[in-house]
């Protein structure tokens, strides 16, 4: 049945069939013809051409955090490139070029022992792929731009078991649309070439305040970021009983950072303040990993390009007060937008929201003894979002969510029609259909 398939190759009869075959959302649970774990690029070529011809929808998997469970389905080829850990650094250039496989974490202290950081997210066992793809945000994004944006060359193998090269010289409408909109979309990546950065030292500040600063808190937090220098990243986030700050500032010493959030930092009742400079290396090592416990989730992300005042806040305030009594407690997060990610409108990218201020991520995550309340809270996320729709919008690739009508418009907004055409050219019979895919 599997003749033809090479690499480590997992089907029903497996006994890890059940440990594989879903993604970490455990909200969903799909049942793959057969899940491939290639060695090499033959592996993936041969994964793609036996596929097709049995007329099996390809699903590539590398870290498996989508939210919608999308690198995984019923009947399908995953294609899970987590064993294509090739690695070759150049430390004159400042570039590395890896397999597909990586997660953020193997990465990130990989090339730390170098000196060089990795323009990434925020939780390690998230796919190096999977991030870039779909844009990629960080806690270098001000400084440095999206982490699609440090991508300088990817390698795919094509519905038809072409290995094409893409970068800004070859295959440049492919290497644009890979940079934001290519999650399963024109082909298996198999390796990517990235711009690194040498950061030694960064400033951590955090602080927090009661509930009753919750709408002052996030007016200074945008008035913040309406000239805030790119050296500095910021998010708040907020729970029904808190909201707290988490900043980081490169190239910077505690007083500066201070000094540029002053207005944020003087709004009373601040509490649990902290200043650290610490190496970019034990930077990472605090970052938890989220993912550790089995979860189910439901997470969607809004643009917001106007300053919000108070009607949204209050919405969002309404809702978190009336939310489902799910552990851990709901989070609204606001990640500055700005710096470098809207400097670098002219790169040939698929991701279109760079003039965007902030983005705002709707986060609810539930560990599995509280699934009974999955479906409120998804429903709860839902109306939130959509009450939200006058003030902020669109979606991003990364926090993809099947909820959202006329998704690749919302995703890509005017690259749809050119990204269209660069499907069909790669994959006409979508080979590489998912539920939110682009369509030849
Ligand atoms: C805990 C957590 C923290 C997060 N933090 C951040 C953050 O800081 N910044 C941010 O921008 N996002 C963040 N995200 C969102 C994350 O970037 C996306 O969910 C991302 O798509 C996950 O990539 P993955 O490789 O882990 O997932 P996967 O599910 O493996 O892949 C994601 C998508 O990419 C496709 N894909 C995977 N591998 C390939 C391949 N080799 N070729 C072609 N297509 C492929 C999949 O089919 C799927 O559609 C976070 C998500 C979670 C769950």
């Not at 013809?33 to 390809?58: M, S």
């Not at 779909?134 to 001000?142: K, T």
């Not at 986030?237 to 959030?261: C, F, H, N, P, Q």
């Not at 993809?400 to 009508?405: F, L, R």
Request: net charge neutral; aromatic share 12%; proline share 4%.
């Amino acid at each position: 049945m599997t003749e033809g398939l090479t690499g480590l190759v997992i089907t029903k009869a497996d006994k890890s069939y059940d440990l594989v075959r879903r993604d970490k959302n455990l909200y969903f649970s799909y049942y793959p013809r057969v899940i491939v774990y290639p060695n090499n690029i033959t592996d993936v070529i041969n994964a793609v051409n036996w596929a097709r011809n049995r007329g099996l929808n390809i699903r590539c998997r590398s870290g498996g955090h989508n939210y919608e469970s999308f690198s995984v389905g019923n009947d399908v080829v995953v294609i899970d490139v987590s064993n294509l850990l090739d690695f070759e650094i150049d430390i004159n250039k400042g570039y590395v070029r890896i397999g597909a496989g990586y997660s953020q974490e193997q990465l990130y202290s990989k090339i730390a022992k170098y000196g060089f950081a990795f323009v990434g997210g925020s939780c390690g066992s998230v796919g190096v792929t999977g991030i870039t793809l779909g844009g990629g945000v960080g806690y270098l994004q001000r400084e440095y731009g999206l982490v699609c944006d440090n991508l300088v060359e990817i390698q795919i193998v094509d519905a038809f078991g072409r290995v094409i090269t893409a970068n800004l010289y070859e295959n440049q409408d492919l290497f644009a649309a890979l940079r934001g909109a290519g999650s399963n979309n024109f082909g298996v990546v198999v390796a990517l070439t990235f711009k690194v950065h040498h950061v030694d030292k960064v400033i951590v500040m955090t602080a927090q305040w009661p509930k009753k600063n919750r709408y002052e808190v996030i007016q200074a937090f945008q008035n913040v970021g309406e000239h805030l220098d790119n050296r500095y990243t910021l998010k708040i986030s907020m729970t029904k009983d808190t909201i707290r700050l988490y900043g980081v500032g490169l190239r910077s010493t505690a007083k500066e950072m201070e000094k540029a959030l002053n207005v944020l930092l003087k709004v009373s009742n601040k509490m649990n303040y902290t200043k650290k400079h610490i190496t970019f290396k034990e930077y990472l090592q605090r970052n938890k990993d989220f993912m550790s416990t089995p979860k189910g989730f439901k997470i969607t992300g809004l643009l917001a390009y106007n300053p919000l005042g108070k009607e949204p806040c209050q919405i969002m305030f309404d809702y978190l007060d009336n939310s489902p009594p799910i552990q851990p407690t709901i989070d609204i997060g606001f990640l500055l937008l700005g710096g470098k990610i809207a400097e670098n409108e002219g790169l040939p990218s698929a991701y279109p929201h760079r003039e965007a201020k902030v983005l705002i991520q709707i986060d609810a995550e539930w560990i599995i003894e509280y699934s009974m309340y999955a479906n409120d809270t998804v429903k709860w996320v839902n109306n939130l979002r959509k009450s939200l729709l006058p003030y902020a919008g669109f979606g991003y690739l990364n926090y993809c969510d099947i909820n959202i009508p006329n998704y690749l418009y919302n995703y890509f907004d005017n690259n749809v029609s050119w990204l269209e055409a660069v499907k069909e050219k790669y994959d006409p019979c979508n080979l590489f259909y998912y539920p939110q895919g682009i369509n030849p």
